[in-house]
């Protein structure tokens, strides 16, 4: 059975079980903290980071690459538009959340949540209080986007919608 390396705090592994729901697969969730990691993890993901999919001598990390990986090997359902202009679109959307909403909301997640209780530190008000103030950033954008369509694009459920969920 393919096993995920990841914790669920991540929002890049939370993109990829529900990746693999969505498409009926299973696996085993390994779980593995990004920090400090041992140099034996760091042969499977050179950058250290999570999530990390193997499958017996299969390994590959990054949520983007692992979903598209799975696509391929796994094509139904599609959780990738067959248009290519839609399947621009939804590559879009998936980046965007993977950087710019990774950026103001993992600023909030990590000084409130992770710094504060695993690392027992005293969050950063300044960096959190700029995070929240972009906020309006993210979602005006994404409203505008979606308008009053039930998904992001296509008019089905897709890789925009877990991405950005």
Not at 6 to 29: C, D, I, Q
Not at 38 to 61: M, N, R, W
Not at 115 to 142: H, S
Request: hydrophobic share 40%; charged share 25%.
């Amino acid at each position: 059975m393919p096993i995920i390396h990841g914790a669920n705090l991540s929002p890049f592994v939370r993109k990829l079980r529900v990746a693999m729901t969505e498409k009926g697969l299973p696996y085993e969730l390994k779980p593995l903290i990004p920090f400090g990691v041992a140099a034996e993890y760091k042969k499977k993901s050179p950058l250290g980071k999570i999530p990390c999919y193997e499958d017996g001598d299969f390994v590959l990390p990054d949520s983007s690459c692992i979903i598209a990986y799975l696509e391929k090997a796994h094509p139904q359902p599609a959780l990738y538009p067959s248009d290519p202009k839609l399947y621009g679109r939804a590559l879009w959307y998936e980046e965007y959340a993977d950087s710019r909403m990774v950026e103001i909301i993992g600023t909030i997640f990590f000084q409130r949540v992770v710094r504060k209780n695993l690392m027992k530190q005293d969050p950063d008000q300044a960096l959190v209080d700029t995070a929240i103030g972009r906020l309006p950033e993210i979602f005006d954008y994404l409203e505008a986007e979606i308008g009053s369509n039930e998904y992001l694009v296509g008019g089905r459920f897709s890789i925009a919608d877990i991405a950005v969920a």
